[in-house]
């Protein structure tokens, strides 16, 4: 049962593709070797919560792992590749949030807030950086598509009688996040004031539905970044 056991697994497991490294290239096995590890380790520290430790150790050896890989081999014919994973990746993570906090104590719950927040980020990044360039509407509308996947585990986690309340209301604001990204990614200067504004107002909607402070904080943020991007134009 030592946490350490535990470590050691996730050390050979995220050293094995060195360890074997050679000159011939199987981007798929190596992709889906990385995202099956992850979801196993991640799948551990869920089912563990003394070993919560694991949760943090998976996103970070997937992430090293994916970066590592896009660095050395990615090429643009190999975009659907990369986005397929990416969004897989996300999905991983995203899918032992809920399990994993409602399982644990209130100081281990911010921490898994943050890795929440952070396993967004990274893959809206890594979505960004393989697509945004050369597939900017597509990568707008896999965004977008977060966004609103945000907003359904959000609405129906939020709908059980024992749930951590602000992890649905971490939810609500991740997909408005994502909406920005894409806002910001698929529409031209003007285009993005306006759907800014309009976010804005959907959001100051929503908050007095909701009586959410967080929303409202959110709301300012959405009209001050509205304020910004238009002194820039």
Known sequence: DALAIGILGWLGGFLTPFLLHTDIVNDVGFLVYVGLLAAGVRAISVWRPTWN???YLAFVG??????????????IEKSL????????????????EPLAIGRQQTRERV???????GQAG?????LYVALGENYRYWAAGV??????IYVAIG??????????????EQYFIQAVAFLVAATAIALSEYQQVMALAGE??????????????????AVFALLALTFFRLLLI
């Open 62 to 75: 997937c992430a090293i792992h994916y970066w590592g890989w896009f660095d050395g081999y990615y090429e």
């Open 155 to 168: 609405y129906l986690w939020g709908k059980r009688a024992k749930c951590d309340r602000t992890l649905v």
């Open 122 to 126: 990274i893959w809206l990044l890594a």
């Open 200 to 217: 804005a107002a959907l959001l100051a909607w929503v908050a007095q539905r909701r009586q959410v402070a967080a929303f409202r904080y």
């Open 143 to 148: 965004v977008a598509g977060m966004a609103a």
């Open 53 to 55: 430790l694991l949760g």
């Open 111 to 117: 921490a898994n807030h943050a890795l929440a927040a």
């Open 81 to 96: 590749l990369a986005s397929v994973a990416i969004l897989a990746y996300w999905v991983i993570f995203l899918v032992a």
